[in-house]
């Protein structure tokens, strides 16, 4: 079975820096991409940062600047670099990744999801 496991998150004051990391385990052929979503209360859960298998990336326009995206293909993990960082921040942050698995016994593509790991940033 295909699991994301984050780590990293936590409690800081504004302009502190945090580091997440997430790392994917299972029976796993392939990965396509990995990222971070985040969901503030009582908001819809947004694409944070994301990173292709060749390194290409994509970043939220409100993160663009103070968060870099890498990922360490060896060991099926991405980390995500947050520094300045705001109270609008303040969210679970969730890892994603689409990938192709062998867990069924055939190739199969689909999107995985960790449980998320809370960021709280203080004023």
């Known amino acids: 079975q295909v699991q994301l496991v984050e780590s990293g998150g936590g409690l800081v004051q504004a302009g502190g820096s945090l580091r997440l990391s997430c790392t994917a385990s299972?029976?796993?052929?392939?990965?396509?991409?990995m990222g971070w979503f985040r969901q503030a209360p009582g908001k819809q859960r947004d694409m944070v940062a994301n990173?292709?298998?060749?390194?290409?990336?994509n970043y939220a326009n409100s993160v663009k600047g103070r968060f870099t995206i890498s990922r360490d293909n060896a060991k099926n993990t991405v980390y995500l670099q947050m520094n300045s960082l705001k109270p609008e921040d303040t969210a679970v942050y969730y890892c994603?990744?689409?990938?192709?698995?062998?867990?069924?016994?055939?190739?199969?593509?689909?999107?995985?999801w960790g449980r998320g790991t809370q960021v709280t940033v203080s004023s």
């Open positions: 990173i292709f298998n060749r390194g290409s990336t």
């Open positions: 994603n990744a689409e990938l192709t698995d062998f867990t069924r016994g055939y190739a199969r593509t689909g999107d995985y």
């Open positions: 299972g029976d796993i052929l392939s990965i396509i991409s």
